[in-house]
């Protein structure tokens, strides 16, 4: 079932163009990828879908219903974790939760219990009456984490919800996510870091001048990718680069005298490759080139993304 379907989003301010037709949806129960440059949209993406801003046009289904930031009914459903920081670091953890979540009208015995499962989920409990100023970064984030969750959000929008912590809250965190998927909840994504996409996303979408430019399951995603062999050779190449041109399935380019990429081109099958590299490395010893090694690179989520958007940095 589709907790959040959007549909044909766009917003600009003046003559900036931030979102220009962006679909798609997140089921229960799912981890949703959303993808892109800085710049690229998904931040404005995000921020509507929670209500925060409103589009120029296009729609968002919250549980089939329509939303908008007036209808508050629905703004309960859904929880933010925002990239910066939102929580009061002169307060303790616990107040903290208490603040948050009486908010969202959690009043009682019933925030109390709330709370104390809060501060479960999130390895906070011997800490919950120490103030946040006192807390680790990696602690303020799974605080920052938490109070997203007092009202029982059935969508949860994570902004770069791991940046710039440590190992162990990074995978308390994605502990997280993972129980609150297998409990129901509908959850976005946002991350820079394709390693932990990769293991924690279903689907995912990728957006880059504002406009989606790739959506599927990771799976999918990945069988367009090339992989890539990078065969260290000893120079001179001695015509080795002419004799490999022209072959149907694989691309070989030349990083430099030392080093050749070859790539298998997606739609062929993993036996194509084997006859292939087989006639390479004959070719290799035909022109008595020395090889001195071979490194694999399978496709990775993160090869695909700098395919798509280009390896430019943007600010």
Do not use: W
């Amino acid at each position: 079932m589709a907790v959040l379907e959007v549909s044909e989003l766009r917003k600009s301010f003046e003559d900036l163009v931030a979102v220009d037709g962006v679909s798609f949806e997140v089921n229960a129960g799912e981890v949703f990828g959303l993808l892109g440059p800085n710049g690229a949209g998904k931040s404005t993406t995000m921020m509507m879908i929670a209500g925060l801003v409103r589009p120029d046009s296009g729609e968002i289904l919250l549980e089939g219903n329509q939303f908008t930031a007036e209808k508050r009914e629905l703004r309960h459903l859904i929880g933010v974790v925002p990239q910066d920081l939102a929580i009061y670091e002169d307060m303790t953890a616990l107040e903290n939760l208490m603040f948050f979540g009486s908010l969202y009208g959690v009043r009682g015995q019933e925030l109390k219990d709330r709370i104390e499962d809060t501060l479960q989920r999130i390895g906070l409990v011997d800490r919950a009456h120490d103030r946040a100023e006192t807390f680790s970064g990696g602690m303020k984030r799974r605080l920052n984490f938490g109070a997203a969750l007092l009202h029982k959000p059935h969508l949860l929008i994570l902004d770069e919800p791991t940046v710039g912590v440590d190992p162990q809250s990074r995978s308390h965190l994605l502990d997280c996510i993972r129980n609150l998927n297998k409990e129901g909840v509908a959850i976005i994504y946002a991350s820079h870091y394709m390693e932990e996409v990769e293991a924690i996303c279903d689907r995912v979408a990728i957006i880059d001048h504002g406009q989606r430019i790739a959506y599927d399951h990771i799976s999918a995603l990945l069988s367009k990718v090339s992989a890539d062999l990078k065969l260290k050779i000893s120079p001179p190449q001695n015509g080795l680069m002419e004799r490999l041109k022209g072959r149907a399935s694989l691309e070989t380019t030349a990083l430099n005298e030392n080093m050749l990429v070859i790539s298998r081109l997606p739609e062929q099958r993993n036996e194509d490759l084997r006859a292939e590299l087989s006639d390479v490395l004959n070719e290799i010893e035909k022109s008595n080139v020395e090889l001195r090694g071979i490194d694999t690179e399978e496709p990775s989520l993160e090869k695909l993304f700098l395919d798509l958007t280009g390896k430019s940095l943007r600010d």
